[in-house]
T-cell receptor
Framework: DAGVIQSPRHEVTEMGQEVTLRCKPI?????LFWYRQTMMRGLELLIY????????DSGMPEDRFSAKMPNASFSTLKIQPSEPRDSAVYFC????????????FGQGTRLTVV | AQTVTQSQPEMSVQEAETVTLSCTYD???????LFWYKQPPSRQMILVIR??????QNATENRFSVNFQKAAKSFSLKISDSQLGDAAMYFC?????????????FGEGTQLTVNP
């Protein structure tokens, strides 16, 4: 398996524009997580899905952020409109179940909003 | 809510020496899971080691081992015979029990430098 695949790797956009980040989890994994990493706040969980259903979106900062998982092999995180404070590295991770199972992370998308 | 604290923002070690990274957590749960992840400059998150809270035996993976003190809610990582490739940001993480996927809560991270 190629692992968790995120696209794009880097994104630079202007304030006010819509940004869509994409994630393909590892085949067979039933849990998917979106994290945001910044120097100030570290790694924050934004939302996670189990069997394509959003379980906990309490980490989504505001209504400008939305996430979808239309099927088991694809998820998107959308920011509209984007703001400079959204600049961060966004990680997608997937795992098979919970417990001690490993969560596998993608390479992350570095988002810069200017 | 569970919290994870890493009190050492930065640590350094000489190549071939041993270093211990600290992690404490706060929880009211009796069963849970703990992890150490490594993030090198490539920014890829890599699992280093994991521990089930119900197991008294400390986990070991080659040069990496943990000191799990459940009563003290402490989960430190020991790296023996440090290598240059061990230089990275290290994150401690907590996961609640549950058959379905549940969140990983991360600490702030410790930046490890390995000096030749």
């Amino acid at each position: 398996d190629a692992g968790v695949i995120q696209s794009p790797r880097h994104e630079v956009t202007e304030m006010g524009q819509e940004v869509t980040l994409r994630c393909k989890p590892i085949s067979g994994h039933n849990s998917l997580f979106w994290y945001r990493q910044t120097m100030m706040r570290g790694l924050e969980l934004l939302i996670y899905f189990n069997n394509n259903v959003p379980i906990d979106d309490s980490g989504m900062p505001e209504d400008r952020f939305s996430a979808k998982m239309p099927n088991a092999s694809f998820s998107t995180l959308k920011i509209q409109p984007s703001e400079p404070r959204d600049s961060a590295v966004y990680f997608c991770a997937s795992s098979l179940g919970g417990g001690v199972t490993e969560a596998f992370f993608g390479q992350g998308t570095r988002l810069t909003v200017v | 809510a569970q919290t994870v604290t890493q009190s050492q923002p930065e640590m350094s070690v000489q190549e071939a020496e041993t270093v211990t990274l600290s992690c404490t957590y706060d929880t009211s749960e009796s069963d849970y899971y703990l992890f150490w992840y490594k993030q090198p400059p490539s920014r890829q998150m890599i699992l280093v080691i994991r521990q089930e809270a119900y197991k008294q035996q400390n986990a070991t993976e080659n040069r990496f081992s943990v000191n799990f003190q459940k009563a003290a809610k402490s989960f430190s990582l020991k790296i023996s015979d440090s290598q240059l490739g061990d230089a990275a940001m290290y994150f401690c993480a907590y996961r609640s029990p549950g058959a379905s996927g549940s969140r990983l809560t991360f600490g702030e991270g410790t930046q490890l430098t390995v000096n030749p």
